[in-house]
């Protein structure tokens, strides 16, 4: 299976699943998984935080304790909802262009993300579908996007 | 123009803002510190007897005649999540207030003045940054 990114809510399937409130969908729905490398990578890199156990993690300010999971950023609350839940779809809206540069993590499941435009260092590789073509390299996303072709 | 200051110590954390009156629109990254600025504002607000208030997600299923109305008349506004509920006609709407702080990421369909701004947050200090 790939990542499956759709521009708009028009393009999604009826038979998906669509999540907008991905806050609250987050908090009643998802757990977090402490030996999963790529939900640490996503926590570590938007929200400086550390993952402890399935509904705790570490913030920056390290004198708070461990804090539920519900103070997690609603940018690093999508991805994580994304990698979790791989038959819904939910909506990238609230996503900072730093989570966004994150998607390539995640190797299946459904999203929606008008625009897919990140700076990037390097290239990453992904699994990712998009208008229907499938991409192996973020670099090309990048460049389909911007100039329709890769 | 009067706006607002803020100077303050919550749990550990120096907390200082500093605004003219206007609109401010934060910078388009995740986890900077938003939300949890939002809800340390509550309880500075509260204590200091400042007219504050933090709209979420829970907001998109409320009327905008209710949301109009709950952000009249304040010292501060924050709207947070504003991506699911904020539109062009509540902020025309929306009166008296001195201060408004808005996390969304799609600014464009506003069609507002604003400002830019970005929550500064080490840990030690929560601050905000305007450009």
């Known amino acids: 299976m790939s990542l499956v990114l759709y521009k708009s809510m028009e393009e999604v399937p009826k038979s998906l699943q669509i999540v907008e409130d991905n806050d609250a969908f987050f908090d009643y729905a998802t757990s977090l998984d402490p030996n999963s490398a790529v939900q640490q990578m996503i926590v570590d890199v938007i929200d400086q935080g550390t993952i402890i156990s399935n509904q705790t993690f570490i913030g920056r300010t390290k004198e708070f304790g461990s804090l539920f999971k519900e103070c997690l950023s609603t940018g690093a609350k999508t991805l994580l909802n994304i990698s979790t839940h791989k038959d819904i779809c939910f909506d990238c809206i609230e996503c900072g262009y730093n989570a966004i540069s994150l998607l390539p993590l995640i190797k299946d499941g459904y999203a929606i993300v008008e625009y897919l435009l990140v700076p990037l260092d390097r290239d990453i590789s992904c699994d990712i579908i998009r208008d229907g073509k499938h991409f192996k390299s973020f670099m090309e996303v990048m460049r389909y996007e911007r100039y329709g072709n890769f | ?131």
Do not use: H, W
Not at chain 2, 49 to 56: A, E, Q
Not at chain 2, 58 to 82: C, M, Q
């Open chain 2, 1 to 131: 123009m009067s706006g607002m200051e803020i100077f303050s110590e919550y749990s550990n954390l120096t907390v200082n803002i500093k605004l003219d009156e206007g609109v401010y629109v934060f910078d388009g990254r995740s986890g900077t510190g938003k939300t949890f600025l939002a809800k340390v504002l509550l309880s500075i607000c509260s204590i200091k007897k400042i007219k504050y208030r933090y709209f979420n997600n829970t907001a998109k299923d409320d009327d905008p005649s209710v949301i109009v109305a709950a952000a009249n008349n304040k010292d501060l506004v924050f709207f947070d999540n504003a991506d699911l509920y904020l539109t062009k006609d509540i902020l025309k709407e929306i009166k008296g207030t001195k201060c408004i702080l808005i996390s969304i990421k799609d600014v464009l369909r506003l069609n507002i003045d604003y400002k830019d701004c970005d929550v500064q947050y080490n840990g030690k200090s929560l601050s905000l940054e305007v450009y």
